[in-house]
């Protein structure tokens, strides 16, 4: 197998929740020698200075300083949640069997997690001698299954995927005698009293290559995982660049972004205010001079419902990088960053593809137009395409994600220069 594709399925396996997604990428980071910063203290930043920071245990930013006066910033956005079930407080359902009360993260299909070996993995807030910590934990083991009901129970059962969340979603941890033991299980993996916890499911199955030519590939959380690690590896591998690369890897995507590490807080914003104060640089004139690519996965035409898409936008497995349009702005990609972006993409010899939504369907919206009440620089989204989006484990291509990986590299190298209706890209 490549062994970029493997760097990446390692990265799918380990990152079983939000919080073990960060830490896999903080520690990229650190082996490639970024010095990590603190919100809460004041900044020294060196030409040349590698650095990054983390909000909430779930969202990562990094950047670097260029050797020269910066022109503007390149920046990505991508977001490392994925729609799950959260595990709810007193979550023990006693009876004949010893469930979990869950609460659904996310718009999912819920059918998709039935009769499948789950675990539970997230962080634990522990009791020290000088107050709390905040640890990670991961069961790893087959845990938990959530049983479908029997056909001849349910004879409607094959007209349709719906679940009732609050009846048929719970997982089974084991019979009458399982209650009140996974405190004592998570207690022991976190080692110590537990005193607050943000826990979630996960499915079992690790990342998988397959197809008659390996083309596929799939797993839990491409959406938007996948993203968040193709920007990543563009980011540490690109050359040297005259603007400032940013990466941003928020929280909370599938619920709004509206937490104080999603997209619409003011993280980015102060993120590249306080870079300018530590160098020296008008923000104004840096912002004029600068790009986001909003990095989300897109709807790939279904092999067996080619009617669900846009004929003429209806991206392919393995086409190129996606970039994504809508008319009422739910992406933000207008003529003019479709161009710059297209123009990167033809540096790194990877190919372009488009999607829209068919008009009488109508689709989600993703971090671009979020990162822009706060930061209004030009916009493109884009994606790689994918099936079965917002399963538990979802399909996309091996090429894509290579293609990925490449077109950051060549967008992270660059210089953007703005001037009047002139996009230089050096």
Not at 271 to 296: K, Q, W
Not at 338 to 356: D, E, H, L, M, S
């Amino acid at each position: 197998m490549e062994k970029r594709i493997t760097a990446l399925t390692d990265f799918l396996d380990a990152s079983v929740s939000v919080y073990h997604a960060a830490a896999y990428l903080e520690k990229t980071l650190r082996e490639a020698g970024y010095t990590q910063l603190s919100e809460g203290e004041p900044w020294t930043l060196n030409p040349g200075g590698k650095y990054y920071l983390t909000r909430g245990g779930t969202a990562v930013l990094a950047f670097r300083i260029p050797m020269e006066a910066p022109r503007g910033f390149l920046i990505s956005a991508s977001h490392s949640d994925r729609p799950t079930f959260k595990i709810k407080e007193n979550g023990e359902l006693t009876g004949a069997y010893t469930r979990l009360a869950t609460e659904g993260y996310g718009g999912m299909l819920m059918a998709a997690w039935l009769d499948r070996p789950l675990s539970i993995a997230g962080r634990v807030l522990v009791e020290t001698d000088t107050g709390v910590e905040s640890r990670l934990v991961n069961l790893d083991r087959d845990l938990l299954r959530i049983p479908n009901v029997a056909i001849h129970m349910d004879r409607q059962a094959k007209e349709g995927n719906h679940r009732h969340p609050a009846v048929e979603t719970q997982p089974q941890l084991g019979g009458k005698d399982a209650a009140g033991k996974l405190e004592a299980l998570l207690c022991e993996e976190a080692g110590g009293k537990i005193l607050g916890h943000d826990l979630y499911l996960y499915i079992r199955q690790k990342a998988s290559v397959w197809g008659v030519e390996q083309e596929y590939l799939s797993s839990a959380a491409l959406d938007d995982l996948e993203c968040v690690w193709g920007c990543t590896q563009g980011f540490l591998n690109a050359g040297q660049s005259g603007s400032i690369p940013v990466l941003c890897v928020f929280d909370s995507e599938e619920v709004g972004s509206s937490s104080v590490q999603g997209a619409a807080s003011r993280l980015l914003e102060m993120t590249l205010r306080r870079i300018c104060t530590a160098i020296g640089a008008e923000e104004d004139i840096l912002l004029s001079h600068s790009f986001l690519v909003s990095a989300d996965n897109a709807h790939a035409v279904h092999p067996n419902h080619p009617e669900y898409a846009d004929s003429s936008n209806a991206p392919v497995v393995n086409g190129g990088v996606v970039l994504k349009f809508n008319a009422r702005l739910r992406y933000s990609t207008d003529g003019v960053s479709a161009a710059v972006f297209r123009k990167i993409c033809q540096k790194a010899g990877v190919p372009v593809q488009t999607y829209c939504n068919r008009a009488d369907i109508p689709g989600g919206s993703t971090l671009g137009n979020i990162s822009l009440s706060h930061v209004s620089v030009p916009t493109a989204d884009i994606g790689l395409a994918q099936l079965a989006m917002h399963s538990c484990y979802e399909t996309a291509g091996v090429k894509d994600a290579l293609s990925l990986e490449d077109a950051m590299a060549a967008y992270y190298g660059s210089t953007l220069t703005v001037s009047g209706g002139q996009y230089v890209i050096a």
